[in-house]
T-cell receptor, first 113, second 108 residues
């Protein structure tokens, strides 16, 4: 089975712009979660989507949003980018929502200038 | 919310040495995973271990849920074991909480 894929792998944006990141889960996996990793804050949970519905949300401002499609692929969007949004964004998929093993993609490294 | 603490924060060893990494959590958890993050940022699954002991080659892990800790053992370290090791727990609030990681450096 192919693993979790994320596109793009690298991205450079300017403050104030918006960005959309994409995640394709492992085939058969229905839950997709997003995480932000920064040197200062470590790995932080953004949100989880299951059956096209947001199931859980971390402590991030409303500029961070996401969605999931019927084929379980997910996108996250960050509007009005700030310098502090520069981070590695990781997507993980699991079979179902809840206490299931998570598998991570390679990440998208976003740089905001 | 639940707190996850990993120790030590940094560990430098010679190739061939053994090591023990610890993960403490402040509340009951429904799940615990260990990951290795390679230099390119990829998180690689090591163990899914809410309780008990598992082994995979030179690596093994033990979780004692009643005492709220998990240990990751690495034996006969190799330079390719270098990287950051994270534990992550799934709290009752249905959120994944990561520890701050242990940075392991294996010197040849």
């Amino acid at each position: 089975k192919a693993g979790v894929t994320q596109t793009p792998r690298y991205l450079i944006k300017t403050r104030g712009q918006q960005v959309t990141l994409s995640c394709s889960p492992i085939s058969g996996h229905r839950s997709v979660s997003w995480y932000q990793q920064t040197p200062g804050q470590g790995l932080q949970f953004l949100f989880e989507y299951f059956s096209e519905t947001q199931r859980n949300k971390g402590n991030f401002p409303g500029r961070f949003s996401g969605r999931q499609f019927s084929n379980s692929r997910s996108e996250m969007n960050v509007s009005t980018l700030e310098l502090g949004d520069s981070a590695l964004y990781l997507c993980a998929s699991s079979l179902e929502t809840g206490v299931y093993e998570q598998y991570f993609g390679p990440g998208t490294r976003l740089t905001v200038t | 919310g639940i707190q996850v603490e990993q120790s030590p924060p940094d560990l430098i060893l010679q190739e061939g040495a053994n090591s023990t990494l610890r993960c403490n959590f402040s509340d009951s958890v429904n799940n615990l995973q260990w990951f290795h993050q390679n230099p390119w940022g990829q998180l690689i699954n090591l163990f899914y271990i809410p309780s008990g002991t598992k082994q995979n080659g030179r690596l093994s892990a033990t979780t004692v849920a009643t005492e709220r800790y998990s240990l990751l053992y690495i034996s006969s370290s190799q330079t390719t074991d270098s990287g950051v090791y994270f534990c992550a727990v799934y709290s009752s609030a249905s959120k994944i909480i990561f520890g701050s990681g242990t940075r392991l450096s294996i010197r040849p």
